[in-house]
Nanobody, 125 residues
Framework: VQLQASGGGLVDTGGSLRLSCAAS????????MGWFRQAPGKEREFVAA????????DYADSNKGRFTISRDNTRNTMYLQMNSLKPEDSADYYC???????????????????WGQGTQVTVSS
């Protein structure tokens, strides 16, 4: 599967952005999906994950209540709605996919098989 992330940009503190991750290739609904981010000089960190069906989700504690992960299997696309953005949310955001026969979510980056290119999010203070 090939992944294409988009939707990043520059936003003020408290603003919102919606990231998209478009997938092509094998059946999108067969993949667990996730978002990760990496700020300059820092390790890549987990943001959110979603099961194949979209019914189960998981979030990093720092994002709960502010970010919402979703997917549209008819459009082969995953989303990350980010509200109440903070300067510490600034990073390159990556989407990832893991093919699985079990409908669950995966929060560990090492378990993902496919990665998209990053989309940059900058939150100004």
């Amino acid at each position: 599967v090939q992944l294409q992330a988009s939707g990043g940009g520059l936003v003020d503190t408290g603003g919102s952005l919606r990231l998209s991750c478009a997938a092509s290739g094998r059946t999108f609904s067969g993949y667990r999906m996730g978002w990760f981010r990496q700020a300059p000089g820092k390790e890549r960190e987990f943001v959110a994950a979603i099961s194949r069906s979209g019914r189960s989700t998981d979030y990093a504690d720092s994002n709960k209540g502010r970010f919402t992960i979703s997917r549209d299997n008819t459009r082969n696309t995953m989303y990350l709605q980010m509200n109440s953005l903070k300067p510490e949310d600034s990073a390159d955001y990556y989407c990832a996919a893991k093919y699985s026969r079990v409908s669950d979510y995966t929060s560990r980056s090492s378990e993902y098989d496919y990665w998209g290119q990053g989309t940059q999010v900058t939150v100004s203070s």
